[in-house]
């Protein structure tokens, strides 16, 4: 950042911006702490603002100061470490040992918990480890009651799709954010800072771009010597050094971000001095942890400058130094390494490098770490390289890369057979299984669980025998043999009891609940998969843990128990985030964006899916999960492309053999069939699902599947325990299935159940909630019954009662803004649109974040300056189809704010 006479230039707003956030903390804010993203490239003066924040800051204001460094793998919670660092507080002592991450996360919640006010600042966040950003995730999620201002500075030319910091980014809905983009000087700056230095300042302004950094360095040489790149500039001042200042910035220059004082002794002893020089020019910075260039950009250059040769000579200095350290930092010392190419060195530390990583949650770190000793694996013993692929394979099906797990367990199993340790070799097929079925294979992936359960019983391994039993009857449960996996998991689950295994033991009652979900019906199922989740939460069984809330999801979203899956989501997505099990994380996202499809919020469903589908990689077989309901979307939108998306799901899902993988492919494939007018397409659903969904636990999808059949062919039926609104539906009582479905609050199906009148008016309303949603395909079936009904004058557009909201508000969440502005309690309005009070919080949650606002008052206030945006379908204020009651409202009514004419069928 450029500065003129000891302050920053042009830089009055931003400062502000970051001041504002610290008096509405000492305020006392109701909305608790806030984030402040301050963006910009590299050189543009982040660095400097924070700092000149913290000086104009010196009150007794606590500020706590990280940064991430740009290592080949960074230091798990490394800014965190040193933002702690000499505090004495509870983050600082939790970060002081090999804590379990819950510890850390609670430490970091009770450092700014207290009274009084706090400032986090992270530096170069675009280069922080997934464990900072999983601390970093839980306190914004629980800012509302914490006393912390959260300042992060990155890159945001640097983040792609796809880099690990879009998902903090995108999750702080709903939080205070400040966001701060720093842009370059202006000519007049730069020829202010130009003066008295005998170069243009115009010059100068287009020579660098107004970037800060850039400028300074410009003007810090002779104006004779004009530099074409930054890296000139930096190398003119260099060699204006004296021989020994310059070589020791040389060696400086391969350590990234800092280098500490005991590792600067360690590579200079007596003649740290000599670097004197280079801090009197601006180059080096001495801080309170140890030595600094003044910019990244510097070192970079300078480190650029040096032969390779050297710099491999330089990163062997330095990790003989790091040896030397009693506790030396794993990451730095392996980074050097790599880069000394110390082969030595690498396979004595990557590989518990890695394991150290992936115990702190940074899972891509611990990755690169054991890729690195992959490369020399060669020399390692037969056992030590059977530890390191297995390590390595586990963490790439945590990271969602299955495939590649795949390959790697493949190669754990081959080692551990040559090691001819059967115990070892059959937990590694137990874990090669599920990398497996993660790809879709499910007959490969059964196969090795059985050969594992097979390897083991002449183990004399109990405990390990148990866990491929729990596996084995996880695939049984998940191909519909139900009646096997309830009698091999009871089994199990005493020897897994006796055996001290309490994380199979909750393994066991999570697929148990599955598989008796299937035979008997939800409420049992239900029961042992809570249990299941309490059992592995409390035994710190993390991996299961997540397993438990992707099933449970699953099974509370078929049996329509919303307001219950909204909570385990919600609960969910926070632990699996926060323990950085991605492949999970991917199962709950999908199912939340089927929440939202369900609850009409189209829009974020819509792009939920979207970077669940285009962004995330292959996601293996959940695939199945997120491409049938996204393809669906498409469908209801008249998008071309749906129909080859979902035969393609279709495929898949007769692949894998999943349940639920053929019902999401299969009944969406239905739909489009009925809205492309492709019958043939259902006939293959009808043929494989309808047998596979007679069991009591898959009525939800029997039902759902018969009713869009019945679209397609009348005279559909319902069966036995066919589940509500369906039933109503199958017989042709379309004011009972649209009333449970407003009620439930799917606009959808709503629209879909009214289309089935015989009088206009709901016909008409249904063609008005259909273009509100965007569902141009149904919408086009809906005139056309219209015009067999008799109405010839058709509304082109959306009446003014369902045109699109200006602030994207679904039409349900219009009714609750309207009810909300009248100033009734959630209470109120659950009752008067008979839903659960639940529900109503989660609207109110979502109007608030797309209005922008942050109190039902404001909202208010904001709905009754905009003027209200009339809907239908709110008890009390309904405009057509089916009143309260579900009784028909008479022919002559108000439809979309016009009144149409019952003898002629016309809209006037």
Known sequence: MARMAGAIIERDLELGVLAAAVRGLRAG??????????TGEAGIGKTSLVRAFQES???????????????????????????????????ERALGGARP????????????????PAVLIVEDVHWADDGTLDVLRYLARRLVVLRVVIVLTFRNEVLGAGHPLQELLGGLGGVAVRRVPLRPLSPAAVRTLAEGTGRDGAAVHELTG???????????????????????????????LGDACRSALEQLSVVPTYVGFALAEGLFGSRLDVLAEAEERGILLVRDEGLAFRHELARRAIAQSVPALRRREFNRAVVAVLREQESPDLDRLVHHAVEADDVAVILAFAPEAGRRAARAGSRRQAIVHYEAALRHAGELSLRERAALVDDYAWELYNTHRYPEAVIAGSEAVTLYEGLGDPVLLGEALVRLSRHIFMTGRTEEAEAAVVRAVGVLEDAESPSALAQAHANHGAFLALTERAEEAIELLRQTRQEATDAGRTDVVALCANYLGMAATEVYGPDGGLRLLRGSLALAKGGGHHEYTARAYTNLGELLYR????????????????FVDDHGFWSHAYNLEAHRCLLQMRRGDWKAAREGL?????????????????????????????????????????????????LLGLAYAGIAYVEWAWLAGVPEAADQVRNVLLPRTERQGA????????????????????????????????????????????????????????????????????????????????????????????????????????RTHPAGLTERQADVLRLLAQGLTNAEIADRLVVSVRTVDHHV????????????????????????????????????????????????????????????????
């Not at 509500?724 to 009582?733: I, K």
Request: hydrophobic fraction near 40%.
């Open 210 to 240: 107004g970037n800060p950094f850039y400028v300074t360095e410009a003007l810090a040489v002779p104006p004779e010597e004009i530099p074409e790149t930054v890296s000139d500039a930096v190398l003119a001042r260099l060699r204006r």
């Open 101 to 116: 991450r819950e510890e850390v996360f609670a430490a970091a919640a009770a450092e700014f918990g207290g009274p009084d």
């Open 845 to 908: 949650s979502a109007i608030l974040g797309k209005l922008g606002v942050r109190s039902r008052r404001e909202a208010a206030a904001l709905h009754g300056a905009q003027g209200e945006v009339p809907r239908p379908g709110v008890p009390g204020l309904w405009t057509s189809g089916i009143g309260t009651s579900g009784d028909p409202i008479p022919a002559s009514t108000r439809i979309g704010g016009r009144r149409q004419n019952k003898d002629s069928h016309k809209i006037e």
């Open 29 to 38: 804010s109701a909305a608790g702490g806030s984030i402040v993203l301050v």
């Open 57 to 91: 800051h010196r009150d007794g204001l606590r500020v706590l100061v990280g940064a991430c460094d740009d290592l080949m793998a960074p230091c798990g919670l490394g800014p965190l470490r040193e933002a702690a660092c000499g505090t004495g507080g509870p983050l």
């Open 699 to 802: 009525a939800p999808l029997r039902a759902e599947l018969l009713r869009y059949l019945a679209r397609i062919d009348a005279g559909g039926t319902g069966f036995p325990g066919c589940p509500e609104p369906y039933a109503s539906g199958l017989r042709g009582d379309w004011q009972r299935a649209a009333a449970a479905w407003r009620r439930i609050g799917d606009p959808y199906e709503t629209a879909l159940e009214l289309a089935e009148a015989k009088q206009p008016g709901p016909v008409l309303e249904a063609l008005d909630i259909l273009r509100g949603l965007g569902a141009t395909a149904a919408a086009g079936k809906v005139r056309a019954r219209l015009r067999a009904l008799g109405v010839t004058r058709l509304p082109r557009g959306p009446a003014v009662a369902t």
């Open 610 to 658: 979207r970077r669940l589908v285009e962004d995330a990689g292959d996601p293996g077989m959940l695939f199945l999960y997120s491409v049938p309901p996204y393809a669906r979307l498409l469908a209801r939108c008249g998008d071309e492309q749906a129909g080859s998306l979902l035969g393609e799901a279709w495929a898949r899902a007769r692949r894998h053999r999943s």
């Open 559 to 574: 049996f329509g128990r919303y307001d219950d899956l909204d909570l385990s989501l919600e609960e969910g997505l926070a």
